[in-house]
Structures are given as C-alpha cells and as structure tokens.
C-alpha cells in the first residue's frame, strides 16, 4: 500500500507542477496577483509529495520488496541496510527520483525563505523551476518509473552493483546532485530576470547565495568522487578525465566564474549580460551532464547503462531548455542596460580576466569530451583523448590563474594600482621561489614540475591572505586594534581568502604527485617492497564471510627502519548474487601521504599479484576541496548575503531618500 501511495503521489507531483508552471507566470504578464501567489504553495507542495514517494521507494528498498523491478535487480536480502538505502539512488530510476526530489527542495526553499523578494520574481523563478520539474517528472514517469512492479516477485534480488557497496555511495550521489541540481535554481532567477526585463544589483544579491550554495555542495560532491574512485575501483588514482568525471568539472567551472562575476554584478553592477549567460550556462552544462551519464553514447564505470528511449526524452529536455534560453537570452539581453564602466586595472577587471581563463577551461575540457563523441558519429572512427591532452591544454591555463589570483585580489575597485598590488604579494611570490628552488636542489633528479607546482601552491596560499593582511596590519598599532580591524572585515572577505588558500593546497597535493612511488609485482609471502622511504610486507592471506560476499584479505606491515609503523588489509571481495569480484584497496595515512596497496590474482605457489604506491602529500588533494568548501560557507555567512537582504537594503535606502528611484526588481 506504502509503494502504492508513492507512485500516486509522484503522479500528483506532475500535475502540481504543470499548474505551478503555468498559472504564476500568467498571473504575472496579466497582472493577477492571485494566480501569481499560486507559486508559493504549488512549490511547497510538489516538494512534500516528490519527499513522499522518495520515502515510499527507500521503504521499498529497506524491507526488500522485490516485487518493484528497481528493488529486485539492485537489492538483496543479506545485504547491509546502510546499503540497501543508499541502494534507493545507486540505480538510475532511484537516482533520477533523488534528482527531481532535490529540485523541488530548492523551489520550496525559495518559496518560503523569498519572502522578502520582489513578487514577480519569486513568482517567474518558481514557474521556471516548475518547468523543470514538469518535464523531469515526465521523463521520470513515462521511461523511468521507479514503481513497475513485476509479478511473479523474485524470491531474492541480484544485489546492487559491488562497486556501489561502499560508503562514499551514500555521500558522493546526493552531495553531486545537490551542486547539480542546486543550480537550477540560479538559472531560473536568470530565465525570471529575462522574462521580466529588469536586472540589478538586488538580483545579484538574491543570486549569490544560491550559486555559493549549489557550489559549495558540487565541489564537495566531486571531491568525493574523486576519493572514491581512489580508493574503491583499485587503479591508485583519483582523476582519469573520464567524460563522466568532466561532465562534473564543467558546471563546477563555469560555476566558479558565475561566482566572481556575480560579485562584479553586485558591487558595481557590471558585467550584467555576462552573469546571465553564465548562469544559463552552468545549469545547461549539469543537463549536459545528465545527458552524458543517462543517454548511454558513454561506456564508464560511473554511468548508468539506458535504453535509446531515455537517451532521445533527455536530449529533447537538453535541447528544450538549452536552446529556449538561450534564444530567450538572445532576444531579451540586448535590452539590458549596462550602468557601470571600470578602468583596465581594477578588481573588477581581474575578475573579467578570470572568468575568460575559467570558460576557457571548460571548453577545452567540454572539447576534449564531446570531439571523440561527435567524431564517431560522423566517420565512425574511434579516438581517444585522456590526460595527455587535457594536462598539455589545461597546464598553462591553471597556472596563469593561480599566478593572477592573488595579484588581483589585491587590487581596489574601480581603478586599481598595478605596481602596489605586485609589492603586496611580494613575499607570497619569494616564499614560493625559493621552495620550488629548494625542492629542485635537495631532491636531485626529481620531476622539475612538480617543484615549481609545489612553488606555486606556497605562493597562492601565502598570497590569498595578502589583501586580508594589508587590511588589519599596521604599522605601529598596537594588536587589539589590529584584532578589531580582523574581526570587522566581512566574512566575504575571510571565505574568498579561505577558499583561495584551499585551492593552494589542493594544487600542492597534486604537485606532490610526481615524487610518488609505484610497485608492480608478483610478491610472495614475507617478501618486503620498497616504497619510498617504507617497505610493504604481506605476512599471511587470510578468508573471511561477510554478509553478501567473501573475501580474501593480505594481512601487510608497514614498516619503516625497521620499525613497524603500521598495518592494513587489502582485500578482494567475491559476491556471489553478481558473480562479481572486485578490490577493496588498503590505505594507510602517513602523515599527509598514503600507501595504497591493491591486490590482483593469487597463484598456486601462494604468491599474489599486487600494485602498490607511496603517494606523498596525497591527501592534501581533498583537504584542500574541503577548505574550498568551507570558504564558501564563510562566506555564506556574511550578512550581505543572506535570503532577503537585498530587498531590505533596497527599502532602507527608499527610506533614507524616498525622492531616489528604487531598484527595478
């Protein structure tokens, strides 16, 4: 009956959202402001029946409901129930569930924290929102139905894919859809903004913290991803440029520039058209990415295999809302007034400057994706192109902006001083010369590189608090004043200089990358190899049972001087309901590095094939994407942009000088 009542409710959805996709919008252009307050409660409600047939379905899945054809080809009775919930979106038809479901929230949420908007854009975003909503619901629906029963029901299910039975399933999905799907909200302000014609500063401040939000969840969803794919598929990486992977990278790349060019936007009320073109874009490259994993024009180990039905209703809804704004964007733009000029050295043209370098990031990386797909459509020959190409192309771009970063955040508004702003980040370019001199000297024959990678992280983190220093330090002041002066900087300020410097160490990482250490080897019991400054000894191989599998694990010491400094058990995990068997990679943390040991086939004489890696500094990778993170939070927190505070502004500067024309909105 629970299952029942959740395919009634996601029917039901579907038709909130025609009405929430159609009548707000006519209330607006004909002036009915009762058709247009229909937004509100249509959002809310489409969320509340969208959550209730997500929960029907995880009902489904927990108590092993077979008869559902989605629970029985990715479920099993012995499996463990963390899994068989994270199972619910481990699927396609689950997952595109969990998408339309996190959609809807971020509708809703506007709908009850856009209080203080403006009524004809909460209304005209919501009815762009249910536009989305209304052809995902039939895409979901009519191709991809979570709730197709099958009678008779199996007796036992075929368990969920082995790759997915692993905790990072349970995090990395959700946390990607958010950062996905988060920016669909952003584009529907820009669509609203479009449809209505009036653009301003308010609507950058309404903007900002939807694009931050959405950013911060997408730049964790890929952080996640990436660890992941390290330490689950057993290849010791954790980036292979998969297309599915850059299909990811692309709307974190042009969601950073919409970042910075919204700041733009709202300080100065410049480059308006551009910040509307980007956040058509961002939104338009998560369908494109949508259509990437669902279509089934890819063969990866993180897409999901689709009939051509899915993949031709996904390129009508690619094609549909792609082109429709962008004609709509072709048509309207023009129209919007472009108020504020700013000289050539300013901060305002640093941040122009990195948004071109980061577009021109994502269509190198959207190029080297989508040519081999179109190639082989057209002449049907097959290429390939992977790390060579994008790290050849990406190389110099990446390292212009880090080098450009810190020197334009360290310029004015406006009009900036070109020669004072090279001098504040004087000691931030010293310290990173001499560790990349450093590390070329003491390391002899090392990479080169990686040295001047390294280098370039020291000088990016030092030099993303450059502004923030000059800002509170003084010559002569004494330290609560200069302490006054910190806690008195906006907290915009600390998270751009936070995330700034998480770059840094992310960069580091990967730098450290090319002092690593690979093993690959036929090793026998008690046989000691050397990684790096450790040696790796696999002492015995034991089996073990688990709930849905069975395993066979190397026990190995970690040793260094002699001296053990620790274990770790690598595995190999047979599950019989797939007929699958998969790695379960060894990890040990060593500081910030790691070992990873992965084992391959075990032969008669007892030795065992393994490939084992010293990764230096490894690990930086992710804490870096995390201090990214939380910079963005940092700087959610700011009081300038939290919900609303646009149209507060707004209403105390009417108040301050009623004679004053007041913000279009």
Not at 527 to 552: C, F, H, K, M, W
Not at 607 to 635: C, E, N, Q, Y
Request: proline share 5%; charged share 10%.
């Amino acid at each position: 009956m629970i299952v029942e009542t959740g395919h009634y409710a996601l029917a039901l959805a579907l038709a909130v959202a025609l009405l929430q996709s159609v009548l707000p919008l006519w209330g607006t252009r004909s002036g009915d402001s009762g058709l247009a307050s229909i937004a509100v409660p249509a959002a809310i409600t489409q969320f509340l029946l969208l959550g209730y047939a997500f929960a029907a379905l995880t009902y489904a899945h927990v108590v092993s409901d077979f008869s559902l054809v989605t629970v029985a080809e990715n479920s099993l009775t012995t499996k463990p129930l963390v899994y068989k919930i994270a199972g619910v979106w481990g699927n396609h038809e689950g997952s595109m569930l969990l998408w339309v479901l996190i959609l809807a929230a971020f509708g809703a949420t506007v709908a009850i924290l856009g209080r203080g908007m403006a009524r004809e854009l909460r209304a005209n975003t919501l009815a762009v929102q249910g536009w989305i909503s209304l052809a995902f619901l039939c895409f979901i629906l009519f191709t991809s139905d979570p709730f197709v029963r099958r009678f008779p029901a199996p007796f036992e299910g075929q368990d969920l894919n082995p790759l997915l039975q692993d905790p990072g399933l349970a995090i990395h999905p959700p946390l990607l859809y958010l950062g996905y799907v988060g920016s669909s909200i952003v584009f529907s302000f820009a669509v609203a903004a479009l449809i209505s014609g009036r653009l301003d500063a308010a609507w950058a401040r309404y903007v900002r913290p939807w694009v931050l939000i959405a950013w911060i969840f997408l730049t964790l969803g890929i952080a996640m991803g990436s660890y992941w794919a390290y330490y689950t598929l057993g290849w010791g990486g954790f980036w292979f440029w998969d297309p599915v992977e850059n299909a990811s990278l692309m709307p974190w790349l042009a969601g950073t520039a919409l970042l910075h060019s919204a700041a733009v936007m709202e300080k100065r009320e410049a480059l308006k058209i551009w910040t509307l073109f980007l956040a058509i874009l961002t939104f338009s490259l998560s369908l494109l990415g949508t259509f990437l994993v669902r279509s089934g024009v890819l063969t990866s180990v993180h897409s999901f295999a689709s009939d051509p039905a899915r993949g031709v209703f996904i390129l009508v809804i690619l094609t549909a809302f792609i082109g429709g704004s962008l004609a709509l964007y072709a048509w309207r733009a023009p129209s919007l007034s472009q108020r504020s000029l700013f000289a050539p050295v300013s901060r305002e043209s640093a941040l122009a400057v990195n948004n071109l370098l980061l577009t021109t990031c994502c269509v190198t990386v959207l190029t080297g994706t989508l040519y081999p797909l179109a190639l082989e459509a057209l002449t049907g020959d097959k290429i390939s192109v992977g790390a060579p190409f994008f790290n050849l192309t990406l190389g110099p771009l990446v390292a212009l902006i880090v080098l450009l970063m810190p020197l334009g955040q360290s310029l004015a508004w406006k009009r900036g001083d070109l020669l004072g702003a090279a001098q504040r980040v004087t000691v931030a370019a010293l310290g990173g010369l001499v560790v990349a001199l450093v590390l070329v000297a003491v390391i002899r024959g090392g990479p080169v590189l990686a040295a001047v990678g390294l280098g370039l992280a020291v000088y990016l983190i030092v030099g993303s608090f450059t502004d923030v220093a000059s800002r509170i330090w003084a010559r002569g002041q004494p330290a609560r004043v200069m302490l006054a002066r910190a806690v008195g900087l906006p907290r915009s300020t600390w998270g751009a200089a936070i995330a700034h410097a998480g770059l840094g160490v992310t960069l580091m990482g990967l730098a450290a990358t090319g002092w690593g250490v690979e093993r690959i080897a036929t090793v026998k019991l008690g046989q000691g190899i050397d990684l790096g400054p450790y040696q790796a000894t696999i002492e015995n191989l034991r089996s073990r049972q688990g709930p849905n599998y069975s395993e066979v694990l190397a026990y190995t010491v970690i040793s260094r001087g002699g001296a053990t400094v620790a274990t770790v058990e690598p595995a190999k995990r047979s599950f019989p309901a797939r007929q699958t068997t998969v790695t379960e990679a060894g990890l040990v943390t060593l500081g910030f590095g790691q070992i990873y040991i992965s084992l391959g086939d075990q032969h008669a004489d007892g030795s065992i094939d393994a490939r084992m890696f010293w990764k230096p500094l490894v690990t930086a990778i992710w804490i870096g994407a995390v201090i990214i993170a939380f910079g963005g939070i940092v700087s959610l927190s700011d009081r300038r942009l939290r919900i609303g505070f646009a149209r507060r502004a707004a209403r105390v500067r009417a108040a301050a000088n009623p004679a004053a024309p007041q913000p279009a909105e």
